[in-house]
């Protein structure tokens, strides 16, 4: 799958033009990233350790900003009968202002529920109610996603005939879920965080006799070994990447030897001069 990486990410005035060319007629399918806001101690904590609550935090950030920037690039690739929106399934209520000063390119919908079955589901039928004939959750761990799958799964939803897109992860999860009609039973009885999720979810898809288009395995960013796995995909090829440039940024000022731990003080100084313009930690 690294072979589907390339392009550069659209320009601020480039996501503009995406966003105004979608207000007259809600794009074919919209893509839900499930957001959480980068508080010190409340997001991506299962990387401390190796990082600390700050670092975990920043990272969090960094990863939004590269899954929102795949987004808009696949909807400036998208075809006139697949074209994508972009939301963040956002939490914990009351952080609209973090994703509204960072993300403007991008609606919102609040998604915060004590099981995390209701909070995909919240998100598919929130996009469905903005005019969407297609609806996606997406997971926020994952910032070199290959663009190509985005515009595979609205090309597949696009088809005629109620399907899913199920996007396995290599953890046994998933990190994509599509739909064309909200399917309460997908979301039912599965054993989240767990590697039993996309089996199970499987299971649902069978038991309810729904089509499943199934796009190729790719991983999260939710532990040390897959940390050090992103390190080596950005860092391997010798020069910065274009793709997941926040990200790239933020790794090669902190950790660039891929060496995971307490930040110092000048390492800060460099990831802040590193970041791309208009990005903040």
């Known amino acids: 799958m690294d072979t589907m990486r390339g392009g550069e990410t659209p320009s601020a005035g480039a996501a503009s033009d995406i966003i ?127 663009t190509a799958l985005l515009n595979e799964t609205a090309a597949a939803l696009a088809q005629p005939g109620d399907r899913a897109v199920l996007g396995p992860s290599s953890d046994g999860g998933y990190y994509l879920l599509g739909l064309k009609a909200a399917h309460r039973h997908l979301f039912e009885g599965i054993a989240w965080s767990t590697e039993c999720v996309a089996a199970q979810t499987r299971e649902r898809a069978r038991d309810i006799g729904l089509e499943l288009y199934v796009l190729p395995e790719w991983y999260d960013v939710d532990d040390a070994a897959s940390l050090r796995r992103l390190h080596a995909e950005i860092f391997d090829g010798g020069a910065m990447p274009q793709r997941a440039r926040h990200t790239a940024a933020l790794l090669s000022g902190l950790w660039p030897d891929g060496v995971f731990g307490r930040r110092s003080k000048s390492r800060i100084s460099t990831a802040a001069a590193r970041m791309p313009s208009g990005a903040t930690i």
């Not at 991506?44 to 990272?59: H, N």
């Not at 697949?82 to 914990?92: E, M, N, S």
């Not at 973090?98 to 919102?108: E, I, K, S, Y």
């Open 20 to 146: 105004d060319r979608k207000r007259g007629a809600a794009a074919h399918c919209g893509i839900a990233v499930m957001a959480k806001a980068s508080a010190p101690g409340r997001a991506k904590t299962r990387l401390v350790p190796p990082l600390d609550y700050d670092d975990a935090a920043a990272l969090n950030t960094a990863f939004l900003h590269d899954v929102f920037d795949n987004i808009l690039l696949a909807a400036s690739r998208a075809p006139p009968d697949a074209t994508i929106a972009a939301y963040a399934a956002y939490g914990p209520p009351g952080s609209e202002d973090f994703f509204r000063r960072r993300f403007p390119a991008v609606d919102l919908i609040e998604a915060w529920f004590a099981d995390f079955g209701a909070c995909l589901l919240h998100a598919i039928e929130q996009t469905f109610a903005r005019g969407h004939k297609a609806a996606v959750v997406l997971n926020a761990d994952s910032p070199t996603l290959p």
